[in-house]
């Protein structure tokens, strides 16, 4: 077996591991340690992980069991990912975690946080609501309070001393994982045939739930594996996916896009991952680096659906990161009831319109298990690009 494919057979199982285990595994292996688990799209690791405790970002359940108690505290006209997420709850699958962070990305997740604190009222449960206003001097404050109150109280709870060097250490931690995150990203676009969209994926999945050097070492060692394959590239067109920030499609679907004339050459799946991610980057600043970090946020990182752009860029943005990539157009897939991706579709969709961008767009959910129709519209969408340029 090829080193390449026992590194993806690592990341399959650990993947699979819906109760994480490696997280346990961590815990127990030093005393103190927290593991506080995130929903998407945004979570300030490094103040997390300056406490002591591992962020664990929580994307659903996918198609890998099925919801039942999880349905029954929604309506059947919002989208899957919180149902699953309860139902691993409620299963016992995240008794690793000692809680949970929700991001005011939607009513949804909003209301999630309110069942969670019923649910289990042993956790750690935070909302976090990240500054809506453009005004500086007041966003700067009120976020940084936020959170300077989740770092005091999760380092007394892992019995940490709440010294900003921590803050220092975490965030000098996390630029190596972002730093991996970009040699990552620009390997997919250099060779998008060495690295199928579905590997890539599972390797960003991983570093949901890996110390943050740990997984650049890992990010490095795939990338030596995956560069020793030496494929041909084939006649495919080169495409952004846009819109599956938060509940995750299958991988199966991936798989699907690609095979039917695609190469993913950058997509929001894993946003907090990326080189550009939302989350606050900081800069070297051993004075404060609490401030650097909430200088960071509020100035930095990708426009998003869920994240406030009073310039109104994302769809600049966009075709700016069309261009960037060399891609040929871009593929809208979002998960069916979200909000914050269809709503964001038209002031995107417009902009390509006026660049003369082609795009096409299908609607999923983590649990769907019929590609027929998407490899179908994926394939004609490749298709149509090759032959006239545009769909
Ligand atoms: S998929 Fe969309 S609507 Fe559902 S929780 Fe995520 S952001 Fe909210």
Same mark, same amino acid.
């Given at each position: ?22 997280v346990r ?75 949970m ?108 739930a890996?110390?943050? *050097?740990?997984?650049? #070492? %890992?990010? /490095? !060692?795939?990338? @030596? ?5 030496g494929?041909? $590239? ?8 846009v ?10 679907l ?49 426009p ?8 109104? *860029?994302?769809?600049? #943005? %966009?075709? /700016? !990161?069309?261009? @960037?990539?060399?891609a040929?157009?871009?593929?809208? $897939? ?33 649990n ?24």
């Amino acid at each position: 077996m090829s080193e390449v494919d026992v590194i993806v057979g690592e990341l399959e199982a650990r993947f699979d591991d819906l109760s994480y285990g490696h997280v346990r595994a961590w815990k127990d292996a030093a005393p103190g340690r927290l593991a506080i688990g995130c929903l998407p799209v945004f979570a300030p690791r490094e103040v997390l992980w300056a406490a002591g405790a591992l962020p664990v970002f929580v994307r659903g359940a996918g198609d890998r069991i099925d919801t039942v108690r999880g349905d029954a505290f929604f309506q059947s006209y919002i989208c899957h990912l919180p149902r699953s997420s309860l139902e691993l709850g409620l299963l016992g699958h995240l008794d690793a975690l000692d809680g949970m962070m929700f991001p005011n990305t939607c009513d949804v997740i909003r209301n999630l946080s309110g069942i969670w604190q019923d649910a289990f009222p042993q956790h750690f449960v935070r909302f976090i609501d990240p500054p809506q206003t453009g005004e500086r001097a007041s966003a700067t404050g009120y976020f940084r309070a936020e959170l300077e109150d989740i770092f005091h109280e999760l380092c007394t709870r892992s019995g940490r001393d709440p010294d900003p060097a921590h803050l220092a250490a975490a965030t000098a931690d996390y630029r190596v994982a972002r730093q991996a995150a970009r040699r990552l990203a620009l390997a997919r676009l250099e060779a998008p045939w060495n690295l199928p969209a579905d590997e890539v994926y599972l390797l960003r999945r991983a570093g949901d739930a890996m110390p943050p *050097r740990d997984w650049a #070492a %890992l990010v /490095d !060692r795939y990338l @030596a594996a995956a560069a020793e394959r030496g494929r041909r $590239a084939e006649d495919r067109i080169r495409v952004c996916v846009v819109g599956a920030f938060c509940e995750q499609p299958p991988r199966a679907l991936l798989r699907a896009a690609e095979r039917a004339g695609c190469y993913i050459v950058d997509d929001d799946l894993t946003m907090q991952l990326d080189a550009d991610a939302i989350e606050p980057t900081g800069e070297p600043d051993d004075a404060d680096p609490m401030a650097a970090l909430v200088r960071a946020w509020l100035a930095g990182g990708r426009p998003s659906a869920v994240r406030y752009d009073e310039a109104g *860029r994302a769809g600049r #943005a %966009l075709a /700016d !990161r069309v261009r @960037a990539t060399g891609a040929d157009g871009v593929i809208f $897939a979002a998960p069916s009831f979200c909000d914050p991706a269809l709503l964001d579709q038209p002031r995107l969709t417009g902009v390509l319109d006026a660049a003369g961008i082609p795009y096409m767009a299908f609607k999923y959910a983590e649990n769907t298990g019929q590609f027929q129709s998407i490899r179908e519209q994926a394939g004609t969408f490749a298709d149509s690009v090759k032959l006239w340029g545009a769909a």
